[in-house]
């Protein structure tokens, strides 16, 4: 039988005990609904922190000036050159024939004054370029794992083969014409261009040849004036570069020479280096500001920073030189780019 609560407890009593459990109950049920709105306002913050997290992880968030990348496949150093806008082209002289008080040695030497006129602002987005030029060893993995894209002087058929061929332009060199740690020559601008497509399908990431405008920033250690990668003085160019006056007639080892300002090495001298830019002469006067392309169509493109057998002028970071897309010489090599993002 149920008991009646009335007859245990006097009437008084019980509507007190009422009273302390309504009482208690309203407070619980504040102090669930204040930790169920702190939780939730928590719960929020806490997804938009994960959101942010997730974000960090996938956006490439760019490093300090200067930071190195290490591309795993090949090993390829990439230092990261921040952005901004300089002056290009030919600070340092101007006019008809300032730019060469000389005679050139070699018919690479000779690019006109003007080539490098009138200066003008650019401003150049963040990328990552090459440490090095692209060498022998890098270049090797390509050739193999494609089976196409020889070097000229490795090609059976060409006359300029080092074994077969009667032509000795490449095997007056020796042994730096094939030494892993020396840059690579006698591509064209389609084999450069052929090495960076293959890359970015190797690695999932996007590679090319650096524009004109990022080759000439980042070799005036991020648009500075200088006269070369590294220094304004000729006297101390040597200690930067590899040219005629110390290569001794062949290419030499990459990253032997002090770097320029940004950690790049051999900007100035060693190999002439292809750009991804159809070359003009007079397109400097035409140029956009922002991340110049280059001009659309052409019938050679722009090559930059001189070689083993140029003379100091042509060395120079504002010097412009161009070439087939389908040239090879003993003085023509590459050096890879990366957008950072």
């Known amino acids: 039988m149920f008991q009646n609560d009335w007859t245990i407890c006097p009437p008084g009593r019980i509507w007190m005990k009422i009273m302390q459990r309504l009482i208690l109950s309203f407070y619980l049920l504040i102090v669930l609904a204040f930790n169920m709105v702190g939780s939730a306002a928590m719960g929020d913050e806490g997804g938009d922190k994960q959101v942010a997290r997730g974000k960090e992880q996938v956006k ?3 490093p300090a000036k200067g930071a190195v990348f290490t591309e795993a496949a090949t090993e390829m150093e990439f230092v990261f050159v921040k952005g901004g806008c300089y002056q290009m082209g030919n600070t340092f002289e101007s006019g008809a024939g300032k730019a060469l ?3 050139p040695i070699y018919f690479e030497d000779y690019v006109p004054a003007e080539d490098g006129e009138p200066l003008h602002e650019v401003c150049v987005s963040d990328f990552y370029l090459g440490k090095h030029e692209v060498t022998n060893r890098q270049y090797r993995q390509f050739t193999l794992e494609t089976g196409s894209h020889l070097p000229e002087w490795n090609e059976s058929e060409s006359t300029y083969n080092i074994y077969t061929g009667g032509n000795d332009h490449y095997a007056s060199m020796g042994d730096a014409l094939m030494a892993d740690d020396h840059p690579v020559v006698g591509v064209s601008w389609h084999d ?5 497509e293959w890359l970015s399908q190797k690695t999932g990431r996007t590679f090319r040849l650096p524009t004109e405008a990022q080759w000439e920033f980042a070799a005036r250690s991020g648009g500075k004036k200088e006269k070369w990668a590294g220094t ?3 006297s101390s160019l040597q200690k930067y570069a590899w040219f005629a006056d110390n290569a001794n007639g062949k290419t030499r080892a990459v990253g032997q020479k002090l770097p320029n300002g940004l950690g790049l090495y051999d900007m100035s001298g060693n190999v002439w280096e292809w750009c991804q830019d159809w070359y003009k002469d007079h397109y400097y006067g035409n140029s956009p ?3 110049p392309p280059g001009p ?7 090559l930059r920073g001189g070689s083993w057998i140029s ?3 042509t060395v120079r970071a504002a010097n412009r030189d161009w070439g087939y897309p389908y040239s090879r010489t003993s003085i023509y090599g590459f050096r890879v780019a990366m957008p950072a993002r």
């Open 60 to 62: 490439t968030i760019p």
């Open 101 to 103: 008080p000389y005679h």
């Open 192 to 196: 450069a261009a052929a090495f960076t």
């Open 232 to 234: 304004n003085d000729l």
């Open 289 to 291: 500001r922002k991340d």
């Open 296 to 302: 659309p169509v052409g019938t050679t493109r722009v």
């Open 311 to 313: 003379i100091p002028a």
